[in-house]
């Protein structure tokens, strides 16, 4: 029997294993998401797989709110509520009895507010 060394074996060269894509997920839509994704990839002159590939590759997901930045939200929601209070009782008693408390108040929420911002 012979063999034949310089064999064409035909086919395209093996991909490198960074360029095979070896994982599958399973992603559930609703009618109407899953017409959008075949109209969008249909206008763009690609299949489903390679739409959904690009627009992982080009999109930015911003975190959730970390547990510190809900708590200064929260914070910032009850002084919002003082002041709430405090405007009731200058409209009652006059300005100059709640002044302090209203200069206390907005201390606290420049406190709050920047630490949102240094946050963010």
Same mark, same amino acid.
Not at 4 to 10: C, L
Not at 35 to 58: D, F, H, M, P, V
Not at 71 to 81: F, V
């Given at each position: 029997? !012979? ?8 086919? $395209? ?7 095979? !894509? ?5 992603? !559930? ?30 999109? *930015? @997901? ?7 930045? @809900? ?9 919002? /509520?003082? *002041?709430?209070? *405090? ?10 009895? @709640? ?8 201390? $606290?929420?420049? /406190? @709050?507010?920047? !630490? ?5």
């Amino acid at each position: 029997m !012979k063999t034949i060394k310089n064999r064409n074996t035909g086919g $395209r060269p093996a991909k490198e294993p960074a360029e095979k !894509k070896g994982f599958k997920i399973t992603v !559930k839509m609703a009618m109407d998401e899953y017409g959008s994704l075949k109209t969008k990839a249909l206008e763009a002159g690609i299949n489903q797989s390679e739409y959904i590939r690009q627009c992982i590759q080009s999109s *930015i @997901v911003k975190q959730r709110l970390t547990p510190e930045l @809900v708590n200064y939200i929260r914070q910032l929601s009850g002084m919002a /509520n003082n *002041i709430n209070q *405090i405007s009731h009782k200058a409209n009652a008693a006059g300005y100059p009895v @709640v002044h302090k408390h209203c200069l206390y108040m907005n201390e $606290r929420l420049d /406190n @709050v507010i920047s !630490k949102i911002e240094d946050d963010c």
